[in-house]
């Protein structure tokens, strides 16, 4: 008795998941206005060595695209690290969401 799709399908695929990128996929468009907290950096690098990365970045992909818009620090320790990928939660988005958030 198949009554076809279940209606949360959709909803998962578009729901938010998680994905290892590297990070020279993921494009920063918004300029920073200060630099990051070098001390925090320092202290996500000791982490990141000892325990690895416990909260994933957010990203919106649009087109097959990544923008990173927060995670600015663990973003930087995982460079400074010489990382190639990062943990992200991906939401996946028009290019009217990246309006918005450019805005």
């Known amino acids: 008795m198949n009554q076809g799709p279940s209606p949360f399908s959709e909803i998962k ?16 468009p918004l300029t920073r206005t200060r630099a990051n907290d070098p001390v925090k950096v320092k202290e996500l690098m000791e982490s990141i060595r ?7 970045i ?20 995982h ?4 990382l190639p990928t990062i943990r992200c939660k991906v939401r996946r988005g028009t290019k009217e969401t990246l309006r918005h958030h450019l805005r």
Do not use: M, N, T, W
């Open 13 to 28: 695929k578009r729901g938010p998941f998680v994905l290892e990128i590297p990070l020279d996929k993921i494009r920063r």
């Open 58 to 77: 957010d990203v919106l992909e649009v087109d097959g695209i990544y923008y990173g818009f927060s995670g600015c620090h663990r973003f930087e320790a």
């Open 50 to 56: 000892e325990i690895g990365l416990q909260e994933p």
């Open 79 to 82: 460079q400074r690290l010489g």
